[in-house]
């Protein structure tokens, strides 16, 4: 079976650093994409970045591009989505996925695997 | 940048015919892709590649994309089908990029 298990909630305050996990297991971790999508709360979803941990070189959305840290380990199975300044705006749930797409392009067109999310809440 | 637009709420009564629409530029030369939410849970994927199902969802979730609007349609709405619908585009041209809706409120009067 197929799992994604994201790291716990955290509380930080604007200015500091946070780095949260995604472990995959139940499938080849190296040979799929991890991605990473924001919801805000009463908002929609937001494509953040993706990586694909067999050759640890992510993509980002231009939203999102030079504020965020998408890495993986594969030597851990792990993901991660990491900032180096935490502002109020990231308040937000953030979910990793993945996919089982077949279509044969290197990128997948939707994600059928999410993690259970992880709160991050940005208040001083 | 590529935008989709989804409809805020759609109200249905059980057992009637639900259908949420998703419009973007050209976005039948794309992939639709729908996701449900509900309330402390993770999006689940109800139909992928315009109208395909996953296994597991039930047969009364079916889509279609007709220009530009791609339509999740609920047949037999239940209760349990109450929930936020996202719409999501794909195109292999623009890859990697992945674009949602803004989300539709599906509320089972």
């Known amino acids: 079976e197929v799992r994604l298990a994201q790291s716990g909630a955290q509380v930080k305050k604007p200015g500091e650093s946070l780095k949260i996990s995604c472990e995959g297991s139940g499938y080849s971790f190296t040979s799929h994409c991890i991605a990473w999508v924001r919801q805000i709360p009463g908002k929609g979803l937001q494509w953040m970045g993706i990586v694909y941990p067999g050759d640890s070189n992510p993509r980002y959305s231009p939203s999102f591009q030079g504020h965020v840290t998408i890495s993986a380990d594969r030597s851990i199975s792990t993901a991660y989505l990491q900032w180096l300044s935490l502002e109020a705006s990231d308040t937000a749930i953030y979910y990793c996925?993945?996919?089982?797409?077949?279509?044969?392009?290197?990128?997948?067109?939707?994600?059928?695997?999410w993690g259970q999310g992880t709160l991050v809440t940005v208040s001083s | 940048s590529y935008e989709l637009t989804q409809p805020p709420s759609v109200s249905v009564s059980p057992g009637q015919t639900a259908s949420i629409s998703c419009s973007g530029d050209k976005l039948g030369h794309k992939y639709a892709s729908w996701y449900q939410l509900k309330p402390g849970q993770s999006p689940i994927l109800v139909i992928y590649q315009d109208n395909r199902r996953p296994s597991g969802i039930p047969e009364r979730f079916s889509g279609s994309t007709s220009g530009n609007t791609a339509t999740l349609t609920i047949s037999g709405t239940q209760a349990i089908d109450e929930a936020d619908y996202f719409c999501q585009a794909w195109d292999s041209s623009t890859a990697p990029d992945w674009v949602f809706g803004g989300g539709t409120k599906l509320t089972v009067l």
């Open positions: 996925a993945t996919s089982n797409d077949t279509s044969g392009y290197y990128y997948p067109s939707y994600f059928d695997y």
